[in-house]
């Protein structure tokens, strides 16, 4: 069965919709079951950092998957999280850990099995 990403006419219009109705029920959730601890700007920064931040990278990935081969599409969704990692360690100054590094360390050599190796050319063989 194909995913209805391939044969969406707007890919960036469905995930717009995603994340406004997403946004629109965990708003809801919050207010019924927390009603005292919600502030009118807490749910809007909390939307804005997120929905709005990840509508920006969905804008940004789906402008640069035409461009790309299917292998390197691939690998790219696969780096998010060694790249979200770096990221927090850098710009954010968490700590690193010895799980993290062997956990990104397999990401990365799992990618790696993916390319096939170079065939040798006529004059090597």
Same mark, same amino acid.
């Given at each position: 069965?194909?995913?209805?990403?391939? /044969?969406?006419?707007?890919?960036?219009?469905? /995930?717009?919709?995603?994340?406004?109705?997403?946004?629109?029920?965990?708003?809801?959730?919050?207010?019924?079951?927390?009603?005292?601890?919600?502030?009118?700007?807490?749910?809007?920064?909390?939307?804005?950092? +997120?929905?709005?931040?990840?509508?920006? +990278?969905?804008?940004?990935?789906?402008?640069?998957?035409?461009?790309?081969?299917?292998?390197?599409? +691939?690998?790219?969704?696969?780096?998010?999280?060694?790249?979200?990692?770096?990221?927090?360690?850098?710009?954010? +100054?968490?700590?690193?850990?010895?799980?993290?590094?062997?956990?990104?360390?397999?990401?990365?050599?799992?990618?790696?099995? /993916?390319?096939?190796?170079?065939?040798?050319?006529?004059?090597?063989?």
């Amino acid at each position: 069965m194909r995913g209805r990403g391939r /044969t969406a006419i707007d890919p960036l219009a469905c /995930t717009a919709r995603n994340f406004i109705g997403a946004a629109t029920l965990r708003a809801v959730m919050i207010l019924v079951s927390h009603p005292s601890q919600a502030t009118r700007t807490g749910i809007m920064l909390a939307i804005v950092s +997120g929905a709005v931040t990840s509508a920006l +990278g969905y804008v940004v990935w789906y402008s640069a998957l035409p461009r790309l081969s299917v292998a390197t599409a +691939g690998a790219a969704q696969l780096l998010v999280p060694v790249i979200t990692s770096a990221a927090g360690i850098w710009w954010l +100054g968490e700590a690193p850990s010895l799980e993290l590094f062997v956990a990104l360390l397999l990401i990365v050599c799992g990618i790696g099995l /993916t390319y096939p190796s170079p065939k040798p050319s006529k004059a090597q063989a």
